[in-house]
């Protein structure tokens, strides 16, 4: 979706700076775990606002329902049962993209425009500028983008940039009963994150912590986690997210080697050409040919 | 249309037409794929209709090359088996690179070089092909691990390629009298006894 | 509720048993965790599964379905054993210190005076002794072996921790700890608040459920409090208003009771529930019920109703018995019944026993189905495959569907669980042919009036006298209606002390109940919604949510029942000198002249403290009762009795007195008690519950609904799974003694296997909502499998405790 014009502060596939003068705040969602009652009541949200529905499913023994991120269902509830010590918990994980300061889709993508970070944070898909090549997935550290079969473009969570850019929160925020998901600017949810972190500290939850993953320069989506050191127990949340060290040498490094690598080859080539001259078949083997016809 | 009926006959009409197809798919394969490689090509897609033709078309046409390309294999790959003078040539090749071939060995169809250049296409294109499955994401949806390693494999198989094909078409130009053998399939008798001499005395009886 | 929702935020702790509301109350429940949040409150959930609640609990127990009165029998003994009670508040605010019958009795499970054919009680013993002036007769000292605290006390000795285990199947350890959470809000300045659902009230016990918490409260002093009382969760936006507006046709509206065979004339009928206060200077408000009552059958008929005719009390229909959902749907089935009006009600699907049902709607005339949706019930006489397996050839009911708007489609109000009146405006025209519920109705009385006035017929005047003064006949406005139930002035009110000082005029809308007048020269629909719309307008349309106190109070927003008090009994949230037990969270407080603070009393205003009148004005006694006398049909304490379908085949409490198994009051109808299954055929206790994903049998219709839960599932614990050699996402059979269903298994660790009086207790869990119409799975109906009965006060049917048989299907 495109509506920000002015606070661009990255843009895929291009080389020059993008219109970046108007000044806004880095803002995030934080997903308070501990509070989350998995009413799904963001996921219905999300569908309203953006107009999008999956088709009716299946119950596949789980709670989880759609089971997985699609092109029309951009966050999902994640279910997990851990039991530790005799205790049992739920842990209910709302899914979706983590809107990364280092956004591995923006690496990858080749279509100049397609994938939008503004100055607030936000990674937005534009997806009139979408070719559908599905590079956006292949960077992607947490699995979120999500290629239409429809239209064969990519779509994601764009943490209601349409919202968030005329003062609205997110669609999600907005429809949490318990508050588990709120937003501000990045600085107020970390203060914010902190004084959760206290309270199930002194719940007995030790590990209790705020995820902001610094691998991959910190996320504008942030999750508050009784089990801080064990993301993974939320559905398979990384616990060291970064974007691929092969994504960063396709999209870093290779890109300007293999072009001056073809460059150099070619010039090189010329330079062959006008130095040593043309290869042509020599005046003596000529003769040599006519010698033999005339024998 | 015969020239000169003491030319020499280097590649039927099927072998070139063959190598035009692989030719062909290759350079549209290579401006797509450059195209959605690096932004400095970005405008190239408009040569395909805009980005997502060219992501459209170039998985098909490299489908195209690659059986084409394997067609070709099979025509050549006996005829590419390197002999032990192929690689004397290969270490002499400073030499022929100096423009000073007189000394060089003597040479049959094909020189060191060109094997050699045959068979690293033929790694390079095995590797585009297989690389190139897991990032068709129209028709697969590989691990996403797999994706990242053929992102990596494909890009560089694909550079490795296109400075091969560089070298390849130059080589064609800077040897004068080369690249009628892909136009007419013909070469004159002087070109064959000067470049590839074991060849010509083969196809001459000389 | 007692308190209200907002209210939930000054809880020290949220205890919730018999209910879910993370899952069923999700947007009430944001309460619950700002509680948590700026309170540092705990939240404790007992259910017997590891639900929505659960996952944000600070401690969760687990117990097996139908055992609640064990384990809060449990705890109102370890309350009392351990003298964590909030003394000063029980002797003061309690019948603790009352005298009880001397024939009052509890014998192996039975209580004094049953009737063993009857399956009911005399009640005789179950009373205060009086003194020679109608007074209760009290025990200051607590300690008269008679006195209502060491019949209690004595009443619970037996629920000590190691019988609370074997029956609910709760771990000791876990049992322990919720006492010492619950017994900490003992302190005076603790409160806990509770949240309960239906997980109470669907049992043949529900309303004894409720009564044992109602003990505990009182026995901690948490009544009355900020941050206390007894939260009914309501699941529906607007079902406190139905359950105001005589849900039954045992109460008239605002829970009057309603005339039976037994009341000839208007003066047996007042005097029967017209009570005299059982302690001195009491106010003891249900006196004032012929006010009431008056002024509703003048609200009805008007001028039509006077002196001269009783104020109209022919009109009224005196019912012959019970008019509950089981009742009717039992009489229904014997053929006793023609036709059927089922307004925004889908009892195919929500009533227990389907089979039951659908062969009770086979035997109609006809049956008329007013609802937005195409319900289930509209087309019981329809095939479904096997979800509703029916031969339309021998179904002779004729089917009318009068399709009706949504509530966002038509203006009115909404009664939410806190009692609080709020207004609420169209948001958009209903679609094709839909019409409000209200000029539906309107069609069809004026139609019948019609017929009446020009056919006579053997008693007209009921339908020909009924007031019907809206400005459009067909059309009455939901305002004209809200006024109405409001009511007016006929004449002037004066002052009862100075005839000369006129209250209200006449023709005026009256300000609160304190207007009613039992003369006739009042009218009033229902008196608890007396000053909803008063002479300053509709009070139910304030929007001003501002908060002085902080406490949540908000008294400009909307209107709460009773005259706008937001916390019942709040009188009794200061001592007995009239300072507040907790003076940071005051609800109310003696000034010296008047009572004053943040809510509107509750009690008369100018009542010093030291006239001793007490805090539960709607009792004649004016405290708390810790013993209900007479009230409730199978004891004045709660005792734990099996679900009609036990896993058990006694009840271990009482294992050699077959009489005390189950709920030795409740009705059983012929038929059904052989519809019961034994624990040898059906060996797993299943209870049936919501998904916050659903809202009922609507959101099936709903595509976002159904892409959240778009399939019937059903949980089981890992073992029983182990057991069956079910795996997770297999469809599986379901059956009970009644029918069967089919639903894809979710194999979970939420539901464990419990160790019940020394044999291992499976439970099946599952969700209600699925059926053959809307655009879910289509799905089988869930109340297939439940039982056809009821609590023995309510008649609120057993859906959350019953015996099941499950395998791979």
Redesign the interface.
């Known amino acids: 979706m495109a509506l920000q014009s002015l606070d661009i502060a990255r843009r895929s596939a291009t080389t020059t700076p993008s219109p970046s003068v108007r000044q806004t705040t880095e803002v995030a969602k934080l997903i308070d775990v501990s509070t989350c009652i998995g009413c799904k009541a963001c996921q219905a949200a999300c569908m309203e606002w953006n107009d999008i529905r999956d088709p009716v499913g299946w119950n596949l023994g789980m709670y989880d329902n759609p089971v997985n991120l699609t092109e029309n269902s951009w966050t999902v509830m994640r279910f997990s049962e851990f039991e530790e010590n005799g205790k049992l918990e739920w842990l209910i994980r709302k899914d979706g993209c983590m809107h990364c300061a280092d956004p591995g889709c923006l690496k990858a993508c080749p279509a100049p425009g397609a994938i939008i970070q503004y100055a607030n944070g936000i990674v937005d898909f534009h997806e009139e500028n979408c070719i559908g090549c599905g590079y956006c997935i292949t960077g992607c550290p947490f699995n979120v983008p999500r290629i239409s079969k429809k239209d064969g473009k990519a779509y994601k969570c764009t943490l209601c940039s349409d919202r968030v850019a005329v003062g609205q929160a997110p669609a999600c925020v907005k429809a949490c009963p318990t508050g588990a998901i709120q937003y501000g600017s990045k600085e107020q949810m970390k203060d914010y994150a902190a004084t959760r972190v206290k309270d199930l500290n002194e719940r007995g939850y030790k590990n209790a912590g705020l995820y902001d993953p610094q691998g991959v320069g910190g996320t504008h989506v942030m999750y508050v986690l009784h089990h801080a050191d064990r993301p993974q127990l939320y559905s398979g949340l990384p616990a060291e997210p970064s974007v691929s060290p092969l994504v960063g040498l396709w999209k870093g490094i290779a890109k300007p080697l293999a072009t001056a690598t073809m460059a150099l080859v070619g010039i090189a080539s010329l330079f062959h050409y006008i130095t040593k001259g043309p290869n042509e078949v020599s005046k003596e083997t000529e003769k040599e040919v006519e010698k033999e016809d005339a024998a | 249309m015969i020239r000169d009926p003491k030319d020499l006959k280097r590649y039927t009409a099927h072998e070139r037409a063959n190598h035009w197809v692989v030719g062909m798919s290759f350079i549209l394969l290579a401006l797509s794929g450059l195209a959605l490689f690096h932004p400095l090509f970005w405008p190239l897609t408009n040569l395909f209709g805009g980005g997502t033709w060219t992501r459209i078309l170039h998985p098909f046409i490299g489908v195209l090359m690659a059986f084409s390309f394997l067609a070709l294999y099979h025509r050549f790959k006996a005829l590419n088996e390197m002999t032990p003078t192929d690689w004397e040539w290969v270490g002499r090749v400073k030499e022929m690179v100096d423009g000073d071939d007189h000394n060089m060995p003597e040479q049959g169809k094909y020189n060191g070089g060109q094997k050699l250049l045959f068979w690293a296409l033929a790694v390079c294109v095995l590797l585009l092909f297989v690389s190139g499955i897991p990032l068709w994401r129209a028709f697969f949806d590989p691990p996403v691990g797999l994706a990242r390693l053929a992102a990596v494999v494909h890009a560089v198989a694909a550079s490795v390629m296109i400075g091969l094909i560089t070298v390849h078409v130059y080589a064609a130009i800077w040897v004068k009298g080369t690249i009628r053998a892909m136009w007419y399939g013909t070469v004159t008798r002087a070109w064959a006894r000067q470049h590839h001499r074991a060849w010509y005395r083969q196809v001459t009886g000389k | 509720m007692t308190n209200h929702w907002v209210d939930i935020k000054n809880a020290d702790l949220v205890f919730v048993m018999g209910g879910n509301p993370?899952?069923a109350h999700?947007?009430g429940?944001?309460w619950a965790?700002?509680a948590?949040?700026t309170r540092?409150a705990k939240l404790v959930v007992v259910d017997p599964r590891?639900n929505?609640?659960?996952?944000?609990a600070?401690f969760?127990a687990p117990l097996r379905p139908g055992s609640d009165i064990a384990f809060l029998g449990g705890v109102i003994n370890y309350l009392l054993a351990n003298d964590k009670i909030h003394h000063e508040y029980v002797k003061a605010y309690t019948n603790a210190p009352f005298l009880i019958d001397e024939g009052f009795a509890f014998d192996d499970g039975i209580f004094s005076g049953y009737n063993t054919e009857k399956r009911s009680y005399g009640k005789d013993t179950w009373k205060y002794q009086l003194d020679k002036d109608g007074y209760a007769k009290v025990d200051e000292t607590l300690e008269s072996p008679n006195c209502v605290f060491q019949l209690l006390k004595k009443h619970y000795s037996r629920y000590t921790p190691e019988v609370v285990s074997q029956v609910c199947g709760t771990p000791k350890d876990a049992f322990l700890k919720v006492c010492e959470y619950i017994a900490e809000t003992a302190a005076p300045n603790k409160t806990m608040t509770n949240l309960y659902a239906l997980g109470w009230t669907e049992h043949s016990v529900g309303s004894q459920n409720i009564r044992c918490m109602a003990i505990i409260q009182q026995l901690l002093g948490n009544m009355g409090m900020a941050g206390g009382g007894i939260n009914a969760l309501r699941g529906h936006a607007n079902v406190q208003g139905i359950t105001d507006f005589a849900l039954y046709a045992q109460v008239l509206p605002g829970y009057l009771s309603a005339p039976g065979d037994a009341d000839p004339d208007r003066k047996t009928y007042l005097e029967k529930r017209t009570p005299k206060a059982l302690r001195p200077g009491q106010m003891n408000f249900p006196q004032n019920f012929p006010k009431w009552f008056t002024s509703l059958c003048k609200a009805w008929w008007g001028d039509a109703a006077n002196k001269d005719n009783d104020f109209a009390f022919d009109y009224l229909p005196k019912l012959g018995g019970a008019s509950d959902v089981l009742s009717i749907f039992n009489a229904m089935y014997e053929g006793k019944m023609n036709g059927f009006f089922c307004q925004g009600f889908n009892p195919l699907a929500s009533v227990a026993n389907k089979k039951k049902v659908g062969d009770a709607l086979a035997k109609l005339k006809y049956l008329v189905v007013i609802d937005p949706l195409a319900t289930d019930t509209s087309e019981f006489w329809k095939p479904h495959g096997e979800f509703n397996e029916v031969d339309p050839s021998k179904v002779q009911t004729e089917v009318f569907r009068l399709p009706a708007g949504l509530f966002a489609e038509q203006t009115g109000s909404f009664t939410n669980s806190g009692r609080v009146v709020q207004w609420h405006w169209k948001a958009a025209d209903a679609p094709g042919e839909a019409k409000d519920d209200t000029e539906i109705l309107a069609a069809l009385f004026l139609k019948l009036k019609e017929m009446y006035a020009k056919d006579g017929g053997a008693f007209p005047d009921p339908i020909l006298k009924l007031t019907w003064g809206y400005r459009q006949p067909a059309k009455p406005a939901p305002e004209e209606v809200l006024m109405e139930i409001n009511g007016k002035a006929l004449a002037d009110v004066v002052d009862p002390k100075d005839a000369t000082k006129v209250l209200v005029k006449a023709g005026e809308q009256l300000p609160s109940f304190a207007m009613l007048r039992d003369d006739g020269s009042t009218t009033c629909g229902n008196w608890i919604y007396c000053g909803t719309w008063s002479q300053a307008g509709n009070n139910t349309a304030r929007r001003d949510n501002s908060d002085p106190s902080g406490l949540g109070q908000t008294l400009n927003w909307g209107y709460a029942w009773p005259v706008n008090r937001r916390i019942l009994y709040n009188r009794a949230s200061a001592d007995p000198a009239g300072k507040a037990w907790d003076p940071k969270r005051t609800v109310l407080k003696w000034l010296g002249d008047k009572w004053g603070g943040n809510d509107i009393p509750d009690m008369r205003p100018d009542a010093a403290p030291d006239q001793g009148v007490m805090p539960f004005i709607m009792n004649p006694e004016g405290v708390a009762r810790l013993f209900s006398r007479e009230l409730m049909a199978e004891g004045p304490f709660p005792e734990h009795y099996e679900p009609f379908e036990t896993p058990l085949d006694k009840n271990p409490m009482h294992p050699n007195n077959p009489k005390a198994t189950s709920n030795p009051a409740a009705r059983v109808y012929k038929g059904d008690m052989e519809a019961f299954g034994k624990a040898k055929d059906f060996p797993y206790v299943a209870t049936t519950y919501r998904l916050?994903?659903h809202f009922h049998y609507w959101t099936k219709h709903a595509?976002?609904?159904?892409?959240?839960?778009?399939?019937?599932?059903v949980e089981i614990g890992e073992e029983l799974a182990r057991e069956k050699g079910i795996?997770?996402?297999?469809t599986v059979k379901v059956r009970s003694n009644r029918g069967f269903i089919k639903g894809?298994?979710?194999?979970?660790?939420?539901i464990r296997t419990l160790e019940v009086d020394g044999k291992k207790v499976h439970t099946v869990g599952i969700p209600i909502h699925y059926g053959f119409k809307g655009?879910?799975?289509p799905g089988f109906i869930t109340n297939t499998l439940t039982p056809f009965v009821g609590d023995a006060n309510t008649q609120t049917p057993e859906y959350k405790a019953f015996l099941v048989n499950i395998e791979r299907a």
């Open positions: 993370a899952e999700p947007c429940f944001k965790i700002k948590k949040k540092k590891f929505r609640t659960a996952a944000v600070d969760y916050t994903e595509h976002i609904n159904a892409v959240l839960q778009p399939e019937q599932f795996r997770n996402g297999d894809i298994a979710v194999v979970t660790k939420r655009v879910t799975k």
